[in-house]
């Protein structure tokens, strides 16, 4: 867990493209095996669509948070083996932290599933 590393853009187009995507309520993650040499890496985005550079920062800081609750609940080794983005949409500002590290948790369960 300790391994987490940021991802590079071009490692995010990469994963974009052609990582596994899961819709939330309030987000999207998408996930992608990470490299054998690679420990898992993540990033966290939020689209100019979604208005002001205060709103953005608030859900990157807001899906940090989410994301650092839910590893340290210790959901699965889903973050050591997987780069992982977590996009904010339209309704990732209304959530608390806590909401989010629930449907962070939620998804990564339906990724665990997809994996066996």
């Known amino acids: 867990m300790a391994g ?3 991802l590079s853009s071009k490692e995010i187009e990469r994963v974009l493209r052609s990582g596994r995507r899961y819709r939330g309520r309030a ?7 990470a490299d054998p040499d ?3 890496r993540r990033a966290f985005i939020a689209p100019k669509r979604l208005g002001s550079a205060v709103l953005r920062n608030r859900c990157k800081r ?8 839910a590893q340290s609940a210790g959901c699965s080794s889903i973050y050591d083996y997987n780069d992982i983005i977590l996009m904010a949409t339209n309704g990732t500002c209304q959530q608390s932290s806590v909401d989010i590290s629930e449907e962070i948790r939620q998804v990564f369960a ?3 599933d997809d994996a066996n």
Not at 27 to 33: A, D, E, R, S, T
Not at 62 to 69: E, K, P, T, V, Y
């Open 110 to 112: 339906k990724v665990a």
């Open 62 to 69: 807001l899906m940090r948070a989410g994301f650092n609750q």
């Open 27 to 33: 987000l999207l993650i998408f996930v992608k095996q």
């Open 4 to 6: 987490l590393k940021n």
């Open 38 to 40: 690679q420990p898992g």
